[in-house]
């Protein structure tokens, strides 16, 4: 069985290219059982002024891009094709968040973490500030956010759990421990944790979660999905054979794609 791919972004978010028909063609081709497009939720935390179209959707365009979902399902009867969107975790705007999540017929919510104290840690043009930064005070503090978003109740989903290893640095402890801790949280939330292999392709090369994140997850019973966090239409699917070992080795069995009620598994 092929695994689904439920983190699809599309040129909307201004960092990925592509025609979103060109992502459900390239899913077909690979033969995909399912997909998902899950783009950048807007920057709803900030003002107008302050919003980087570089980096997520506007709001104007939110509207929009759920119509070609729903355009696409029916022009594509062949693949189940859901509408998800990856919402950031911002403290103190779990309303706001809210309120943009209940105007749309989401299938799921990918909830991610890309910010600490308003600085974008994932975006290659603040590199430059993990020089000021202790790697592990920023650890803690990043799975801190982590924790929070996953007992918020906003999110089906924790994207790329350990998306703070992107550009390389590590602490210098084991985070054993925190793995632990996080996958504990996970289950008494009822979100569930997705592998994600855009890790392979940036300075990391490791698929987000760390083996030891996942096995914890596992060990925790938390379900786990797939995502390849494609930006443009070639990365859909991305190392998925990667991902099916991995599952393997540390117990899984199926892939759950959940939404209200609606329970999908797919076992591999």
Aim: charged share 20%.
């Amino acid at each position: 069985m092929l695994l689904p791919d439920y983190h699809i972004h599309t040129a909307r978010c201004g960092h990925a290219t592509g025609e979103m028909w060109e992502y459900v063609e390239k899913a077909l081709e690979l033969g995909l059982p399912e997909m998902g497009f899950a783009d950048h939720i807007p920057m709803y935390w900030l003002n107008d002024r302050d919003r980087d179209p570089g980096i997520a959707m506007t709001l104007e365009s939110l509207a929009e891009y759920v119509a070609e979902v729903e355009r696409l399902r029916v022009a594509y009867p062949g693949i189940p094709i859901r509408l998800g969107i990856e919402a950031d975790y911002v403290p103190g705007f779990e309303m706001e968040l809210q309120k943009i999540l209940d105007r749309y017929p989401f299938d799921y919510v990918l909830g991610s973490v890309h910010y600490i104290d308003g600085w974008g840690f994932d975006n290659p043009a603040y590199l430059d500030q993990y020089k000021y930064i202790n790697i592990d005070d920023l650890f803690s503090r990043y799975f801190g956010l982590v924790w929070q978003a996953a007992r918020s109740g906003l999110f089906h989903v924790m994207a790329h759990p350990d998306l703070i290893k992107k550009f390389g640095y590590r602490p210098q402890g084991n985070l054993q421990e925190v793995y632990d801790k996080t996958a504990r949280i996970f289950a008494e939330a009822g979100v569930g944790v997705e592998i994600n292999t855009a890790g392979l392709r940036v300075p990391a090369k490791e698929i987000y979660p760390a083996i030891g994140l996942l096995q914890a997850c596992r060990n925790y019973a938390v379900p786990v999905t797939t995502g390849s966090d494609a930006h443009e239409p070639g990365q859909v699917g991305y190392a998925f054979d990667s991902v099916r070992q991995l599952l393997r080795e540390v117990g899984y069995a199926d892939v759950v794609f959940r939404s209200g009620n609606k329970v999908n598994f797919w076992t591999f």
